[in-house]
């Protein structure tokens, strides 16, 4: 079973503030998604990166993927409150039909 | 938003009685998944399926048991509850598979209470 360790498992920061979030594996995946979810729903993919390397940004919001395609990190920009939520990342490997989820990072951003 | 509905959204059972969840999708998307979430633990795949009649198994799924005899209906039936098996159930959808990066639609979630 692969896992996907991700840190810190809670965060908790003022408004405008920045943060990162990692995820880290011993294992090499083909690709990596990144997940948001709130209280009450399911995950809601944010993003997939597939190049060892890459770096891809949404407003505020930048993924890395890492070189050896083993890790990943969120950084967050001047929080929002509308950025509070569970980030779960998730790897999938070559071949490989299922995607494994890591232990997620509860993000609580205070007003 | 994906056409995915689970059902039910909530039940409370006592140990030993078989529980069936459902998943109805809307979108004709071959690759269906069911995921538990607990505290500390992610979510973790129990059983998913690549098209009717075609299933395998995930990373705990002891005491689960999937039937897909439809595109649009995966079902994940629990043949005698346990107090372990407390959880909040996930159905995901996935119009790609194997080699690709393909995007995991989520249903709203079925909160299991095994008393």
């Known amino acids: 079973t692969q896992l996907l360790e991700q840190s810190p498992q809670f965060l908790s920061i003022q408004e405008g503030e920045n943060l990162t979030v990692y995820c880290n594996s011993s294992?090499?995946?083909?690709?990596l998604q990144w997940y948001r979810q709130e209280p009450g729903e399911g995950p809601v993919l944010l993003v997939t990166?597939?190049?060892?390397?890459e770096v891809k940004k949404l407003k505020r919001l930048t993924f890395q993927f890492g070189d050896a395609r083993k890790d990943s990190s969120l950084h967050i920009t001047a929080a929002q409150t509308g950025d509070t939520g569970l980030y779960l990342c998730?790897?999938?490997?070559?071949?490989?039909?299922?995607?494994?989820f890591g232990t997620g990072t509860r993000l609580t951003i205070i007003p | 938003d994906a056409g995915i509905t689970q059902s039910p959204r909530h039940k409370v059972t006592e140990t030993g009685t078989p529980v069936t969840l459902r998943c109805h999708q809307t979108?004709?998307?071959?690759?269906m998944y069911w995921y538990r979430q607990d505290p500390g633990h992610g979510l973790r795949l129990i059983h998913y399926?690549?098209?009717?009649?075609?299933?395998d198994k995930g990373e705990v799924s002891d005491g689960y048991s999937v039937s897909r005899s439809k595109t649009e209906d995966f079902l994940l039936t629990l043949e005698s509850a346990t107090s372990s098996q407390t959880s909040v159930y996930f159905c995901?959808?996935?119009?790609?598979?194997?080699?690709?990066?393909?995007?995991?639609?989520f249903g709203e979630g079925s909160r299991l209470t095994v008393l």
């Open positions: 990166v597939v190049t060892g390397g």
């Open positions: 995901a959808i996935s119009p790609l598979g194997a080699g690709n990066t393909g995007e995991l639609f």
């Open positions: 998730a790897g999938r490997s070559v071949g490989n039909e299922k995607l494994t």
């Open positions: 979108e004709n998307h071959r690759y």
């Open positions: 294992s090499v995946f083909s690709s």
């Open positions: 399926s690549y098209g009717v009649k075609d299933t």
